[in-house]
């Protein structure tokens, strides 16, 4: 196994309500989040009910293999940072069990 650096943490991010934020989701240490063709649907699926749940308007995605560009806008204030890292530790064990 290779070894792996530490990454320093973010600073906290502020995201305000009906201004655009640019995210970026990445996979562990930079490793893929989709391995197969599958697995853009399914995340696209998980991410609009994500959307849906913390009425956030999505205006721009890219999915990349090992990570995701994301370009949306708050509708009104939530208390959590992202639905998108959210989604990601929700169904990391469902989606890992799969590969």
Request: hydrophobic share 35%; glycine share 4%.
């Given at each position: ?30 490793d893929a989040c989709c391995f197969c ?39 009104a204030f939530h208390c959590c940072p ?16 799969s590969h």
């Amino acid at each position: 196994m290779k070894h792996k650096a530490c990454a320093m943490p973010h600073k906290p991010r502020m995201y305000l309500v009906d201004v655009p934020a640019y995210l970026v989701q990445r996979g562990n240490y930079r490793d893929a989040c989709c391995f197969c063709d599958d697995d853009y649907p399914y995340y696209l699926e998980v991410l609009g009910q994500g959307l849906r749940r913390d009425n956030v308007k999505l205006h721009a995605y890219c999915l990349m293999t090992n990570h995701v560009h994301l370009l949306e806008k708050r509708v009104a204030f939530h208390c959590c940072p992202t639905y998108a890292s959210m989604t990601h530790v929700s169904e990391q064990n469902e989606f890992a069990d799969s590969h």
